[in-house]
């Protein structure tokens, strides 16, 4: 009798001990599905919220660039665009920052603002999560704004960067350093070096037409046309 009591007492604990084992998993499981629910609801919030960001500073952006396209506009409507363009470049969402970014710096250079436009380029170029074509751009025209004006040895490495890389904006920048090279004093040997990448230039498959023509043109000049 004593042995069955104790048997009754001993499986009634276990189903005790098994009953609040198991309010305490679904405790456990309750607030894991909580944070996932919490989680994804913000992940989609998020989602959501920069899709909407992202729309809202496109139009921002195509409403500046068609004022700027408009024949009539005037003064008023250039500042507003430019306003909007630096707001954008400061602040936009990835995908539409570099853009307003580039056409602030073109309205800057436009306007002698040299230095400021040479530091919103730069701003592009540092740009981890702008497009690697956009960077490249922003390098390019860097380069070029200063290709007159500064010592070339500080410009060759950053026109032989774009020029060996392959990209869209090599040529552009073999055109680059021929500029360097035919500058007011060039020596005889700068000028074989300019020769030589023009004949490259002619020469490329991914060269665009224009580029071809100008190289072909200035090789005419040293009476190397092929």
């Known amino acids: 009798m004593a042995d069955d009591f104790i048997t009754q007492v001993n499986e009634e604990m ?3 001990r098994l009953r609040a084992m198991a309010r305490r998993i679904g405790a456990v499981v309750g607030v894991v599905a909580l944070v996932g629910a919490v989680g994804g609801g913000i ?21 500046a660039t068609t004022a700027l396209s408009d024949p009539k506009h005037d ?13 954008l470049a400061d602040h936009g969402p990835v995908g539409v920052r ?3 970014a580039l056409r602030l710096a073109d309205l800057q250079s436009q306007n002698g603002q040299t230095d400021a436009a040479l530091k919103t380029w730069q701003s592009v170029a540092d740009d981890t999560a702008a497009e690697p074509a956009l960077r490249d751009m922003a390098r390019y025209m860097r380069l070029n704004a200063q290709t007159a004006t500064a010592d070339p040895k500080t410009l060759r490495p950053g026109y032989e960067a774009l020029a060996q890389s392959g990209g869209a904006w090599a040529s552009l920048a073999q055109e680059g350093l021929v500029a ?46 092929g």
């Open 180 to 225: 360097l090279d035919l500058r007011s004093g060039a020596t005889d040997d700068q000028q074989k070096e300019a020769r030589r990448i023009l004949t490259q230039i002619v020469g490329s498959a991914t060269a665009t037409e224009g580029v071809r023509a100008r190289a072909q043109a200035l090789l005419e000049t040293f009476g190397d046309a």
């Open 98 to 100: 570099s853009y307003a």
């Open 43 to 63: 992940w989609g919030w998020n989602s959501h919220a920069r899709h909407v960001a992202q729309k809202a500073a496109s139009a921002r952006y195509f409403t």
């Open 75 to 87: 003064a008023a409507a250039t500042r507003k665009a430019t306003e909007t363009f630096q707001d």
């Open 14 to 16: 276990q189903a005790q």
